[in-house]
């Protein structure tokens, strides 16, 4: 992979993340902070030590930019990209940051609004600091006063998802009780795991320890191959080091051989500091499970008034979490080693240098066989609890650690012993009591509680072990759900991206086709007093209607799917894109409206605040007919009950007689004389307007009712009679109601 590729990919992961989700979140309710582009800055630190926590800043500012980003539809500047546009303006990326600084930075990043802060370390705790500020006033927009936090709750990042939801309020995101509860949760911990890597990773390049850097990268990218920031970093900084050029300086060939003897001594101290200590504290893969089973063995020894009996069943078990997790740290170091030589060989020079040999001078005790013996000490209790009996076993296994260097095998071989019988001897038959307990004492002669705490041994009962087995399965088919889940959310992203795409590239076509402009005119609305199956509500008055434009159609099920993403209609009728869709509420067909009119790229005619919806009348995207001009269109400039005359023939309309109880692919029928199709039959249409009763006098471009209890539908359906799809018929439904004969058809100004 050349340099040039790993910038395009890191150019590419940067375009995806910075894309907002215009579709409905489930984390927030309103606009979710639309409109706000927010920078997050890695906070300043005070009294931190390098290599101990310093690395805590970078966890602060890429967790509380994940919040941010995930919990609103504020468009967060992806940090990578701050990095490098103030790396090219030489701008300090330290976390110290004056009010001049963020004004600077704002132009840079073109950020509105810059989060920054600190973290002090004390004697007993952290304090933690945040703000928001307005790069272009200076005016404070949000902040998170200094509170003292635990180094476990940075770790874990409970402490930082509580500043998320503090800022995220002040900011005016309005979280969902789904938001709110994921973001009080405990966070996932391989996630976790996974962030404090890359940030460890991400101090240690900032700090020019490149090796350790690109290591923790691929440890990140390994743990969570989701982790987008740890796959670009460690892409681009592989590349880097492979190409075999260390700095644009190192011109002659002797300083380009030391620069690269300084990365091979760097490279082995890197990995022989990080495998000592990584031993040291790496605690024991083994758990000692002991099932319980007194019971007598052989006879009563009468004479001294004792009894044998038998006691446990041991045996060692080992992790296999612990295994896989020991393989990930492994295979991120001969990742790293296999950059380091890519890059060696790269240079061309390798051979002259006398660096052909070069295999890294590591230390080969890590990774010798690390063979583990316990001597475990097991006591009897009675009721009264005085020590009856007390014996000691030895149990002990084995593993060994792969060499991590370029080609081999990364896997790890472990060990344990089998079952191990415990029995009790010569116990005084007067101190048995009808209850007696087993239980470990000591583990090498330490205390088992402190073994176990210290990472030496862990101990279970065979109750333990089995609850404990339960609990795991459930917890691994609980997480598999979530990663299943969000796969399938992520996919359906990607797909919904496609499709509008599609969509958008597609509209003018689209419109062309579907689209009829309808000259606007003035018509008697409602019916003569005299008409066949009228009602009263059809009072007749005059209307003068605008132009406007109307769908051909009614929209059918393709068309919405490929807006909405899902095809609500009843699964009797599915099957055909062309046949209308049905079972839309009022307010799914208003959201449509506002979504194709967001693809087209017009101004959408709708907002809606909870069930209180708003129509901008200026406004040019799609949206539903009112009532005046969805009938004005169906007459056509007819008076008669019908478009087609005073009765409806059956290859005029779709109703009861002749839909064969269905929907029909909508256009089957002959369209009105301003070529509009099914404006009789086959769905009921939603119109604008909620169900009031018509005006005396003329009107011209009316809306109905200021409110009401239902919105008016109008034209029939496959499922009414026929006086039901006279062109001045109208009926109402609830705007939550679905049904499977009520769709609707698009208008645009």
Known sequence: MNKRFAQYVILSLLIVLSIPCWAQSQYFTGDGGKGIRLAVLEPSGKGLSKGTDDWMLSLIQSSITGDLQKYSAMTIIDRQNIEKILAEQKQSTSGNYSDKDYISIGKLINARYILAGSLTKTP???????????????????????????????????ALKEASIDLLGQLGVKLTATGLQELKSAANMTRVQAETALAKGVTAQKQGTEVAALSYYFQAAAIDPTMLEAVSRSTVLSANISSGNIGEDARNDIQWRKDWVARLTETEQYFNSFFDNFLKTLPSPYTLIYYTNIKQIGEINYQNETINL??????????????????TVFKSMQSSIQAIHNGLNATGRIKVWGLDKWQGNFNQKPFGKQVKNFTIVVELVNSKNKVIGKETFQIGGSYEFPVPLPGNKIQIQITADGQKTVNFSNVKANDITDSLTVRITSINGTPAETAARNGILQIRTGEEFEDEKRAIEAERIRVQKEIDAERLRVQKEIDAEKRLRVLRENEAEWFANNMLRIQGGTFTMGSPVNEPNRDSDEIQHQVTVSSFYMGKYEVTQKEYKEVMGTNPSYDHYKGGDNLPVEQVSWYDAIEYCNRRSQIAGLTQAYTRNGDTVTWNRDANGYRLP?????????????????????????????????????????????????????????????????????????????????????RVRRGGSWSDSAENLRSAYRRYYNPFVRRYNLGFRLVRP
């Open 124 to 158: 007993t705790a952290y304090m933690l600091e945040l703000a928001v500020t307005d790069a272009e006033s200076g005016e404070r927009k949000a902040s998170y006063s200094p509170k003292p936090v635990s180094p476990t709750a940075i770790e874990n990042l409970s």
């Open 310 to 327: 038998s006691g446990i069943t041991a045996s060692l078990s080992f992790s296999q979490d612990w295994v896989k997790s020991v393989e």
């Open 626 to 710: 009112t009532e005046a001009e969805w009938e004005y269109a169906c007459r056509a400039g007819t008076t008669t009950a019908y478009n087609t005359g005073a009765k409806i023939s059956k290859n005029t309309g779709w109703y009861y007689k002749n839909s064969g109880g269905n929907t029909h692919p909508v256009g089957q029928n002959p369209a009105n004389a301003w070529g509009l199709y099914d404006m009789h039959g086959n769905v009921s249409e939603w119109c604008w307007d909620w169900k009031g009763d018509y005006s005396n006098g003329s009107q011209t471009d009316p809306m109905g009712a200021s409110s009401g209890t239902g």
